[in-house]
T-cell receptor, first 112, second 115 residues
Framework: KQEVTQIPAALSVPEGENLVLNCSFTDSAIYNLQWFRQDPGKGLTSLLLIQSSQREQTSGRLNASLDKSSGRSTLYIAASQPGDSATYLCAVRDFGNEKLTFGTGTRLTIIP | GAGVSQSPSNKVTEKGKDVELRCDPISGHTALYWYRQRLGQGLEFLIYFQGNSAPDKSGLPSDRFSAERTGESVSTLTIQRTQQEDSAVYLC?????????????FGPGTRLTVL
């Protein structure tokens, strides 16, 4: 059974710093991995999707990497801003499975 | 275009009552998913629809939970005889096709509170 872990559960950093969020998964037989942000009381916003054959994806200040063999992904946020404050979730889709398995998230606070 | 929409946004009900939650996927998306997020826990998969295929119900926690989808449009999640442990945010997502490379796009969710 796939298990997804995100550490730390919460992170606070001063505005302007670069930061890395971590995601690990137990079964490397995945189709893809998706990073989301969730704002309080809101749904999920998809940030980046990495296919199993890819090593990384970039969108603006965000860069996500995938090391499938070691079961790890990182989300790098450059030049953090207060608007980046949210909970960040990673989710994996296994081979032969349509559902996403989610981690419990990292709650990020950017301090102005 | 419009994103995934869900209604109601909030629902408060008494224990033992039935509730219906609605999801309108993005137009043209053939795949539709229901998840729930209980307080302090990660999202849990409930059910998946793909076109006219039989749904994957493997995530439904009990027979009190059921879902229907009309063609490739609206879906309704029904919870019968609600219990307090059913309190959660219920999230719907849709995807252009149920293939590995497609992203899932989520709605804002329905917050269900069972008193």
């Amino acid at each position: 059974k796939q298990e997804v872990t995100q550490i730390p559960a919460a992170l606070s950093v001063p505005e302007g710093e670069n930061l890395v969020l971590n995601c690990s998964f137990t079964d490397s037989a995945i189709y893809n991995l998706q990073w989301f942000r969730q704002d309080p009381g809101k749904g999920l916003t998809s940030l980046l999707l990495i296919q199993s054959s890819q090593r990384e994806q970039t969108s603006g200040r965000l860069n996500a990497s995938l090391d499938k063999s070691s079961g790890r992904s990182t989300l790098y946020i450059a030049a953090s801003q207060p608007g980046d404050s949210a909970t960040y979730l990673c989710a994996v889709r296994d081979f032969g499975n349509e559902k996403l398995t989610f981690g419990t998230g990292t709650r990020l606070t950017i301090i102005p | 275009g419009a994103g995934v929409s869900q209604s109601p946004s909030n629902k408060v009900t008494e224990k033992g009552k039935d509730v219906e939650l609605r999801c309108d996927p993005i137009s043209g998306h053939t795949a539709l998913y229901w998840y729930r997020q209980r307080l302090g826990q990660g999202l849990e998969f409930l059910i998946y629809f793909q076109g006219n295929s039989a749904p994957d119900k493997s995530g439904l926690p009990s027979d009190r939970f059921s879902a229907e989808r009309t063609g490739e449009s609206v879906s309704t999640l029904t919870i019968q005889r609600t219990q307090q442990e059913d309190s959660a945010v219920y999230l719907c997502a849709s995807s252009p096709r149920g293939l590995f490379y497609n992203e899932q796009f989520f709605g804002p969710g329905t917050r269900l509170t069972v008193l």
